[in-house]
């Protein structure tokens, strides 16, 4: 069974920063696209940075040039780096990989907080 773990989120003051971590486990044979969701109360959920297998990336416009999304392989890990943090950053983060098992499915993080608030 694959199952996604996330760390990181938390309460930070407007112009901080957070690194949001994202692990894979379980038994599966590759993982191709990985990403970052958010959803704010009230709100639509947003893609916020997407990585491919081949490290292309993508991002929300909201956040170009303050965030930036990573991956370990060996880990089975992706990361996003949140620089220059603002009030409306607050939302639930989630992650989502794109994981061979015996098809290809989606799987999704539990969610992890992050609030920007002085």
């Known amino acids: 069974q694959v199952q996604l773990v996330e760390s990181g989120g938390g309460l930070v003051q407007p112009g901080g920063s957070l690194r949001l971590s994202c692990a894979a486990s379980?038994?599966?044979?590759?993982?191709?696209?990985m990403g970052w969701y958010r959803q704010a109360p009230g709100k639509a959920r947003e893609l916020v940075a997407r990585?491919?297998?081949?490290?292309?990336?993508s991002y929300a416009d909201s956040v170009k040039g303050r965030f930036t999304i990573s991956r370990d392989n060996a880990k089975n890990t992706v990361y996003l780096q949140m620089n220059s943090l603002k009030p409306e950053d607050t939302a639930v983060y989630h992650c989502?990989?794109?994981?061979?098992?015996?098809?290809?499915?989606?799987?999704w993080g539990q969610g992890t907080q992050v609030t920007v608030s002085s």
């Open positions: 379980g038994t599966f044979f590759s993982i191709a696209a």
């Open positions: 990585i491919g297998s081949g490290g292309y990336t």
């Open positions: 989502y990989m794109r994981i061979g098992v015996a098809t290809w499915n989606d799987y």
